[in-house]
């Protein structure tokens, strides 16, 4: 299902809420019913007089844990991509715009995860999070959460699914493998503008993932020196392009990991790249828009 489709929000009423007896209501129903039998054999006026008041506390609770819900109004933030192996976040608001404050609100999408409780001041509202684990790329369909209160005495659950539908996108797993930015091709390839060139020499620094292979001082490599690249001034901007077919690796999904490397050390670097996946190319550019574009290609990929 669509999350367009997807009310935004939900207002909690009679009609919508479901409400059962809780073991400790049970319990009370039992011992309500073992007092009667007692006063009946026994003809004793005070044992039916406190069984008349533990039934009317048994139905009197039954309208106040329906009214810790009711009324309430809930709805479905925007929800941040996440890498795989991260935790997607779903934000969802309970607002409350009764002057009556409620206690022990719970909200929790199934036994993998803990219920939150809450209290809402009056006209006020709760932002709370449930986190799932982002085993793979794709969209995370977030199960439809449970809002529930056994508010006051905890005899009665009342509670209510929320059809919510929230989603999060995950992008795939950056490589943590060393992958230098692919070269900018010259000749018909060309894809920016004339490379650095040396007369432009003025130091080195030691390498950082994202920089290029072309800059790298083998020889102070070859000497045990340690890994550097050369520092040029007066450089124009250059132009690469991220190519699924450029990532070497054993499956789709290394290769995907690889090409979500680039696009981030692409983007904080400050280059400009294109992105060609099959099917897909982005003309080069940069900036957080062009990097979220080509995350969100790899991820649906």
Not at 114 to 125: H, N, Y
Not at 206 to 220: L, N, T
Request: hydrophobic share 40%; net charge positive; aromatic share 10%.
């Amino acid at each position: 299902m669509s999350s367009a489709s997807a009310p935004k929000s939900i207002a909690l009423n009679y009609r919508n809420i479901y409400i059962l007896p809780t073991r400790r209501g049970l319990g009370l129903v039992m011992l309500i019913a073992l007092l009667v039998l007692i006063a009946f054999i026994y003809n004793n006026n005070l044992v039916y007089l406190l069984s008349f008041l533990l039934a009317s506390l048994f139905f009197i609770t039954i309208l106040h844990t329906v009214k810790s819900l009711q009324g309430l109004v809930i709805s479905q933030g925007h929800n941040t991509p996440v890498f795989v192996g991260e935790f997607a976040s779903s934000k969802i608001t309970i607002n409350n715009p009764t002057p009556v404050a409620r206690y022990s609100v719970q909200l929790g999408l199934d036994k993998r995860v803990a219920l939150q409780t809450v209290d809402i001041p009056a006209q006020q509202k709760q932002l709370l999070n449930l986190a799932y684990k982002a085993d793979k790329r794709s969209w995370l369909m977030i199960a439809n959460p449970v809002i529930s209160s056994c508010y006051p005495f905890g005899l009665f659950r009342a509670w209510q699914r929320l059809n919510l539908d929230g989603k999060v996108l995950v992008y795939p797993n950056p490589s943590m493998q060393d992958c230098p930015l692919p070269e900018n091709h010259q000749g018909q390839d060309q894809q920016g503008n004339a490379q650095k060139g040396q007369d432009d020499f003025y130091g080195l620094q030691s390498y950082q993932s994202g920089d290029s292979i072309r800059h790298i001082h083998w020889r102070a490599f070859a000497k045990g020196q340690g890994l550097f690249t050369r520092q040029y001034s007066g450089a124009q901007s250059t132009e690469i392009c991220l190519d699924y077919e450029q990532a070497m690796a054993a499956n789709q999904e290394e290769r995907l990991s690889i090409m979500c490397r680039w696009v981030l050390d692409a983007d904080d670097a400050g280059i400009a790249y294109g992105f060609k996946l099959p099917g897909l190319i982005l003309e080069p550019n940069q900036g957080e828009a062009h990097a979220k574009k080509c995350l969100e290609a790899l991820a649906l990929f």
